[in-house]
T-cell receptor, first 109, second 113 residues
Framework: GQQVMQIPQYQHVQEGEDFTTYCNSS?????IQWYKQRPGGHPVFLIQ?????EVKKQKRLTFQFGEAKKNSSLHITATQTTDVGTYFC?????????FGQGTRLTINP | ETGVTQTPRHLVMGMTNKKSLKCEQH?????MYWYKQSAKKPLELMFV???????ENNSVPSRFSPECPNSSHLFLHLHTLQPEDSALYLC????????????FGPGTRLTVL
């Protein structure tokens, strides 16, 4: 079945350091979405990438979609304590979303 | 606040109990979903409803029974659950089944004793 591999599973950084999570697929993706889930919360949609090589920014967050549309990344510059949580990528399957395992980010203030 | 509400937020039940989880969306969406989120596992899609019709059932055990009486409400009826069913159950909705952006509810934290 469709699978999206996400790495790393956990990441701990000092506040102010950068953070990156990667999402990889063995098949070409039509699009990819990113969600954030705060501790004790629920997933919240961040962004959707559709075009090959697409790069989108939201303040300190940079999202990239690979040229071959088989991978994606989320990069956070100069992390803040408000960035803690689990970041999920999700790919569109047959009329449904398939989520990666998520990367849990913790930050040392 | 995403416009998707779930009740109860926490539920503890024995293996012989029958309970129901409720989800309501106030967004005018046509598709609703149940997900299971266990520790150290990806979000698992359980059921998809589109215009009140079940369109996806991901090999979920029959002890989980969904119901969608209208496009705004979704239930998950639970009976004779197992301790391994303890998890966070998330409801989500989207404009249509093909719409990818999903709005999640806060979830119900279920513990089966």
């Amino acid at each position: 079945g469709q699978q999206v591999m996400q790495i790393p599973q956990y990441q701990h950084v000092q506040e102010g350091e950068d953070f990156t999570t990667y999402c990889n697929s063995s098949t070409t993706l039509s699009n990819i979405q990113w969600y954030k889930q705060r501790p004790g919360g629920h997933p919240v949609f961040l962004i959707q990438l559709v075009k090959s090589g697409e790069v989108k920014k939201q303040k300190r967050l940079t999202f990239q979609f690979g040229e071959a549309k088989k991978n994606s990344s989320l990069h956070i510059t100069a992390t803040q304590t408000t960035d803690v949580g689990t970041y999920f990528c999700a790919q569109q399957g047959a009329q449904k979303l398939v989520f990666g395992q998520g990367t849990r980010l913790t930050i040392n203030p | 606040e995403t416009g998707v509400t779930q009740t109860p937020r926490h539920l503890v039940m024995g293996m012989t109990n029958k309970k129901s989880l409720k989800c309501e969306q106030h967004l005018g969406h046509n598709a609703m979903y149940w997900y299971k989120q266990s520790a150290k596992k990806p979000l698992e899609l359980m059921f998809v409803y589109s215009l009140e019709e079940r369109v996806e059932n991901n090999s979920v055990p029959s002890r989980f029974s969904p119901e969608c009486p209208n496009s705004s409400h979704l239930f998950l009826h639970l009976h004779t659950l197992q301790p391994e069913d303890s998890a966070l159950y998330l409801c989500a909705s989207s404009q249509d089944r093909g719409q990818i952006k999903q709005f999640f509810g806060p979830g119900t934290r279920l513990t089966v004793l």
